[in-house]
């Protein structure tokens, strides 16, 4: 039988993973930066136990690196990364778009539509500098969240939301250098209109050109982070992953 202290432990540790994955995806942990326990018990106000537990779990979601004998470092970003990023989220996200179309009911299309609404109604209430709005990259991620919610692989979503955040923690650092944001309200209705029309053939090109856009939109605003070709550079190699021109 769980005992209540036990379950009061799971809920800490929770929390503090939570806050910990936020703060990395926002970068304020930033990219490349070490994560010394100390400074880590002090500002989540957690136990060195507690806190590699959460560590642990993020270098197993890629948003954290374990160097042999010298702790762990906030995962560095490189253009390769970005990259081979860009191209398992589009394979994992068409795969999940064309089940939720072939599964999705009338209560997955309301929940589309819903969430549709309150992007954009916020989107048009904040302005040009939407995008630098932590609620509305919230509300951002439950439209695309709905858009394949019905797609009845719990595994295959869970691995899903894992790179959705990956990719958003490159959003985040691109958005600290843009002047603008090209407005994406028209290709996400674009997309929208496509699930709900049970078009998997357009709706997955459509959500392939909106991913490769957005990694376009990164390099080209926040590429000086990465150098001028890292793909052999120790930081990337960090990473252990091949890599691959997204176009």
């Given at each position: 039988?769980?005992?209540?202290?036990?379950?009061?432990?799971?809920?800490?540790?929770?929390?503090?993973?939570?806050?910990?994955?936020?703060?990395?995806?926002?970068?304020?942990?930033?990219?490349?930066?070490?994560?010394?326990?100390?400074?880590?018990?002090?500002?989540?106000?957690?136990?060195?136990?507690?806190?590699?537990?959460?560590?642990?779990?993020?270098?197993?979601?890629?948003?954290?690196?374990?160097?042999?004998?010298?702790?762990f470092v906030v995962a560095p970003v490189s253009r390769a990364d970005l990259e081979d990023l860009t191209d398992v989220r589009v394979l994992v996200e068409k795969e999940c778009m064309t089940?939720?179309i072939g599964r999705g009911n009338d209560a997955w299309e309301a929940d589309i539509l819903a969430a549709f609404h309150r992007m954009d109604r916020l989107q048009k209430r904040l302005g040009?500098?939407?995008?630098?709005?932590?609620?509305?990259?919230?509300?951002?991620?439950?439209?695309?969240?709905?858009?394949?919610?019905?797609?009845?692989?719990?595994?295959?979503?869970?691995?899903?939301?894992?790179?959705?955040?990956?990719?958003?923690?490159?959003?985040?650092?691109?958005?600290?250098?843009?002047?603008?944001?090209?407005?994406?309200?028209?290709?996400?209705?674009?997309?929208?209109?496509?699930?709900?029309?049970?078009?998997?053939?357009?709706?997955?090109?459509?959500?392939?050109?909106?991913?490769?856009?957005?990694?376009?939109?990164?390099?080209?605003?926040?590429?000086?982070?990465?150098?001028?070709?890292?793909?052999?550079?120790?930081?990337?190699?960090?990473?252990?992953?091949?890599?691959?021109?997204?176009?």
């Open positions: 039988m769980t005992r209540p202290v036990d379950n009061l432990l799971e809920t800490r540790a929770g929390d503090v993973l939570q806050r910990m994955r936020g703060d990395i995806i926002a970068c304020a942990l930033k990219p490349g930066s070490r994560l010394r326990f100390e400074a880590l018990r002090d500002k989540y106000e957690a136990s060195f136990s507690t806190l590699r537990e959460a560590l642990s779990r993020l270098v197993a979601e890629g948003l954290v690196a374990s160097e042999e004998h010298r702790g089940r939720a040009p500098k939407y995008y630098m709005s932590e609620e509305w990259a919230g509300l951002h991620g439950s439209f695309h969240f709905a858009l394949v919610n019905a797609c009845a692989s719990p595994n295959l979503l869970e691995f899903r939301q894992k790179l959705f955040e990956r990719a958003h923690r490159y959003r985040r650092i691109s958005s600290q250098f843009r002047p603008y944001w090209r407005p994406k309200e028209t290709q996400h209705k674009a997309i929208m209109d496509a699930v709900l029309a049970r078009n998997a053939n357009k709706a997955t090109k459509l959500i392939e050109r909106h991913i490769r856009e957005t990694t376009e939109n990164v390099l080209e605003h926040a590429a000086h982070l990465f150098g001028p070709d890292d793909r052999h550079h120790p930081a990337s190699e960090a990473s252990a992953k091949p890599s691959r021109r997204a176009r």
